[in-house]
């Protein structure tokens, strides 16, 4: 039996546990500051704010637009369940639109279509890390006078035009989940970009409470001025993520060479319609690689296959619209024409940071031996 190739394995640079002794013998501290400090000199945010989860900086977005009961927000239906959940928590119905077929992002034209009267925002999602076409949503929604908001869980270094993804919109999130490129177990991040929001945010992240005036000497004490949770990353997990971010770029440069020897192999070989298409003006981080069977069965077949050549290989994420609380909470606007039908033929293969160019030469072995005998 060959040995196994897993679907995943959390990224690790070595020296975290050099940080966690730091911490433990107080001789480092102050870690959220500086993980906030290397991700805006990395993403150019205008204000970038440490949160326990990728959910919770959602759900701080959806404080931050005052949404209410009866607003609407558009979101395309792939997409994961956090997306849909921080808004439904605030009252909105959830407008879900269709996506483009080669990249699985939402279609700027379904995006206009959706938008009403009670349009609040529009939250979007770069799968994968491979970027949206910006230009076309911030020209829609900067017409109607919506909020944009970028959902970026999967992109940190990944960039459109050379800006950093989730710096286009009003407010965008990271994640920095064991799953995600660079990773401190749970973890993740609001960029804020409209900076009318930063002082709520520094209340909402701290309880509701106006501390952070307090702390920079603004007030003489500080008591309950807003609503607000306990968003704040602890130290021990933004020890860890300040490791990892000191090597962002050379993570990213390992998980794209991989992912360009997938590419360049598959499309050689391959029919084009399987493998992702890249926006020319964007530069995806190599979080994922989605393979793109004709149908439900094949990719069924094929998972199968590469799990019985101890391979794993999964699909991603079932359209919320066909979810129960997907239609009690929402509705899909327009036609799902790729939604559906793509997202149940994805299989997105092996890929991580200490995988080996031998791993993903055998998955594509694997893959064109599947393919010769069908």
């Known amino acids: ?42 993403t150019a945010a205008s204000q970038v704010l440490l949160t326990t989860s990728c959910t919770h900086a959602l759900e701080m977005c959806a404080l931050l637009l005052d949404i209410q009961p009866g607003d609407e927000v558009i979101m395309p239906s792939f997409t994961f369940v956090s997306a849909a959940n921080a808004f439904v928590l605030r009252g909105a119905k959830i407008m879900f639109v269709d996506i483009e077929p080669g990249t699985m992002n939402i279609d700027p034209a ?73 990773q401190c177990s749970e973890g993740g991040a609001l960029l804020i970009n409209n900076e009318s929001y930063l002082e709520r945010a520094l209340m909402l992240r701290d309880k509701g409470t106006n501390r952070q005036a307090f702390l920079d000497g603004q007030v003489d004490r500080y008591s309950w001025v807003d609503v607000g949770s306990s968003y704040t990353l602890g130290e021990i997990n933004a020890a860890m ?21 997938y590419y360049e192999v598959l499309q050689s070989t391959m029919s084009p319609e399987y493998v992702p298409i890249l926006r020319a003006e964007a530069r ?15 990719r069924k077949a094929l998972q199968r296959y590469l799990r019985e050549q101890n391979i794993q290989a999964y699909f991603h994420y079932v359209p919320l619209h066909t979810s129960p609380a997907g239609q009690k909470f929402g509705a899909f606007h327009g036609e799902d024409r790729y939604t559906t039908k793509r997202s149940g033929a994805l299989l997105r293969l092996p890929l991580f940071t200490d995988m080996t160019t031998d791993q993903v030469d055998r998955v594509v072995r694997c893959i064109g031996d599947f393919y010769a005998k069908r």
């Open 110 to 182: 379904c995006v206009q279509a959706a938008i009403s009267g009670r349009t609040k925002a529009v939250l979007i999602m770069h799968y994968g890390g491979m970027a949206c076409d910006m230009a076309a949503l911030q020209a829609i929604t900067a017409q109607a006078g919506i909020a944009l908001i970028e959902d970026a869980a999967h992109c940190i270094d990944a960039y459109y035009e050379n800006q950093h993804l989730g710096t286009f919109g009003d407010l965008g999130t990271l994640s920095f989940h064991y799953t995600k490129n660079v």
């Open 241 to 261: 993520l300040l490791t990892q971010l000191e090597c962002v770029q050379r993570i990213t440069a390992k998980r794209q060479a991989l992912w360009s020897r």
């Open 284 to 298: 995806a981080n190599a979080h994922l690689f989605p393979w793109y069977c004709r149908d439900m069965s094949e």
């Open 1 to 42: 039996m060959n040995q196994a190739i897993p679907f995943h394995q959390p990224t690790v640079v070595g020296t975290e546990i050099d940080r966690f002794q730091d911490f433990l013998s107080g001789t480092g501290g102050h870690f959220g500051k500086k993980a906030e400090k290397q991700l805006q000199v990395l």
